[in-house]
């Protein structure tokens, strides 16, 4: 089974900066991308961004110039800086991996527990 575990999140001010970090942990035989969605109050899930396996980072567009997805492969980490924050980026941040957990499973879809982000104007 697959485990992710986030940490970062908080209250800050507008202007300001967070960085998220997600680790995963558990049977992890692949991973096909891992990034951070978001769930602002009263919305639907988004994405924000995301790094798919040997690829470049996705960004969502509100977010491009601000925030940067990285990775660390060797740790099953992913992280999310954001800078300049804006009210509007206030939300639930859910740390998302998609791949195969235990060896001949099928690809699947993996949420963390979310962190709270919160900008104050």
């Known amino acids: 089974q697959v485990q992710l575990v986030e940490s970062g999140g908080g209250l800050v001010q507008a202007g300001g900066s967070l960085r998220l970090s997600c680790a995963a942990s558990?049977?992890?035989?692949?991973?096909?991308?891992m990034g951070w969605y978001r769930q602002p109050p009263g919305k639907q899930r988004e994405l924000v961004a995301n790094i798919i396996s040997g690829g470049t980072p996705n960004y969502a567009d509100a977010v491009k110039g601000r925030f940067t997805v990285s990775r660390d492969n060797a740790k099953n980490t992913v992280y999310l800086q954001m800078n300049s924050l804006k009210p509007e980026d206030t939300a639930v941040y859910y740390c998302n991996l998609k791949g195969i957990g235990a060896p001949g499973g099928y690809v699947g879809n993996y949420w963390g527990q979310g962190t709270q982000v919160t900008v104050s104007s």
């Open positions: 558990g049977s992890i035989t692949s991973i096909n991308s």
